[in-house]
């Protein structure tokens, strides 16, 4: 059972960084696209960024310019950078992975809390 785990959360003022990472806690063959998912209280689940096997990237419009999503394939985690924080930032964000071949498998994280406030 592939397990993934998060760190990096916390609380953060408004325009403050902070810098998510996400490990499997075994090598996952087959990676085809890493990312990240956010759920804010009262709200659903929403995508904030992806990078595929070749390091294509996608971000939702609210994150563009400045979150960045970065990989490390040896070591099977993803990150992200999180600048300029704002309140509207504030959710507990998901990793994702999606593997396979012939067959697809997702694996998610337990989440971690980022908070954005004064």
């Known amino acids: 059972q592939v397990q993934l785990v998060e760190s990096g959360g916390g609380l953060v003022q408004p325009g403050g960084s902070l810098r998510l990472s996400c490990a499997a806690s075994?090598?996952?063959?087959?990676?085809?696209?890493m990312g990240w998912y956010r759920q804010a209280p009262g709200k659903q689940r929403e995508f904030v960024a992806s990078?595929?096997?070749?390091?294509?990237?996608n971000y939702v419009d609210s994150v563009k310019g400045r979150f960045t999503i970065s990989r490390d394939n040896a070591k099977n985690t993803v990150f992200m950078q999180m600048n300029s924080l704002k309140p509207e930032d504030t959710a507990v964000y998901y990793c994702?992975?999606?593997?396979?071949?012939?067959?697809?498998?997702?694996?998610w994280g337990q989440g971690t809390q980022v908070t954005v406030s004064s």
């Open positions: 990078i595929g096997s070749g390091g294509n990237t």
């Open positions: 994702e992975i999606v593997a396979g071949r012939f067959t697809t498998s997702v694996y």
């Open positions: 075994r090598i996952i063959n087959n990676i085809n696209v």
